[in-house]
């Protein structure tokens, strides 16, 4: 029997922390279960004994949580992604690669911590999958999106295999490597998978948060960046940027977020014998 622990559970409550000038929180939606063999068709069943069983909910999936990172700067608050939207999907009726897909809960997590969806000025998306964007453009039973006033901004190559009718506005932004778009963020691009896929950095001083997307799912990965990812769309580049995050994490003075990890979302690169490994932050001290 698994035991229910951070690491094989969804996160269910908003967890924030202070950066700086910056406050972050980890905004809840709901979670996907990945199947580990058919997600990362190179495993074995032996790579998922031992420590890696951890991973592992009592159905035998990896628990990735689905949500939004907020990001406070002063009266500004933007979003990196947003979540799935109300919807609640059997294991029957997903990809063959998960188990069951469920949102609906960002705006309750948005008002536990006392954001206005309004008050939203940027959404900025790691990929235009469906469990990033879900709140923003597709709400879904009849209701509008509650970010009223804010853009949506993604990488070129994001919007230009975008398949989803837009209303055409301003709102839809096009940004690039390295361009800041919010107090303290910038963009980094970090193809594999998607071809537009983008991870976001956020810097206080010497410090830097990486709110990495979908690059890692799990922190299994940690050790086997070379695992490909069945549904990356450039395998290939996944494992490059998956080996080019880790050496960005072992600077100095870095940390992540992992918006797939369960309920151990914020952490930074360790070292377990001299194995990469995620390590979860409380705080940034
Ligand atoms: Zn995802």
Redesign the pocket.
Known sequence: MTTATRWNTPATTPRTLRFGEHTVTWLPDGY?QLDPRRWLPGTTAEDWTGENAELLDSEGFLA?S?GALLIQHGDRAMLV?AGFGPHDIPAAHTHPTLGVLVGGQLPAALAAVGVDPAAIELIAF??L?D??FGWAFRPGQGLASPFVNASFAASAAEWANWAQPTDGSPRMRTVGDGEEIFPGVTVRAAPG?TAGHTSFVLSSGERRLIAF??VF?TPAQFARPDWKVA?DSLPEQGVASRRALLAELARPGTAAFA??FSDVVFGRLGDHSGTPCWEPLEEFS
């Open positions: 996907v990735a689905i992604d790691s990929h999958h469990d990033h998978h997307g979908d799912h549904m918006n797939h």
